[in-house]
């Protein structure tokens, strides 16, 4: 079992920034990519970015250039700095650790931050 605890949303204007933290704890070192994915109001949840233990990232095309997510496997935080903030970023943050054991991936789940810019 992986625990999740984020912290750092807020309100924001837009062009400002945030940055959100996540602390892993429980079974960390089976943690394979950890990863913050959102959700807005009728709508699925989706991708923002993904970070592996190694430090490979991957970016949702519409966070590209704005947000960088970073990793301390020390500390187990993950986290996620986002910049010229967007009132379409505004959603729910929810941070994700996958665990892959042998060929199947088991998804943990944060109980989710609230992110919102105003216009």
């Known amino acids: 079992q992986v625990q999740l605890v984020e912290s750092g949303g807020g309100l924001v204007q837009a062009g400002g920034s945030l940055r959100l933290s996540c602390a892993a704890s429980?079974?960390?070192?089976?943690?394979?990519?950890m990863g913050w994915y959102r959700q807005a109001p009728g709508k699925q949840r989706e991708l923002v970015a993904d970070?592996?233990?190694?430090?490979?990232?991957n970016y949702a095309d519409s966070v590209k250039g704005r947000f960088t997510i970073s990793r301390d496997n020390a500390k187990n935080m993950v986290y996620l700095q986002m910049n010229s903030l967007k009132p379409e970023d505004t959603a729910v943050y929810y941070c994700?650790?996958?665990?892959?054991?042998?060929?199947?991936?088991?998804?943990?789940w944060g109980q989710g931050t609230q992110v919102t810019v105003s216009s």
């Open positions: 994700n650790a996958g665990v892959k054991v042998i060929t199947t991936r088991y998804d943990y």
């Open positions: 429980g079974s960390i070192l089976r943690i394979n990519t």
């Open positions: 970070i592996t233990r190694g430090g490979s990232t």
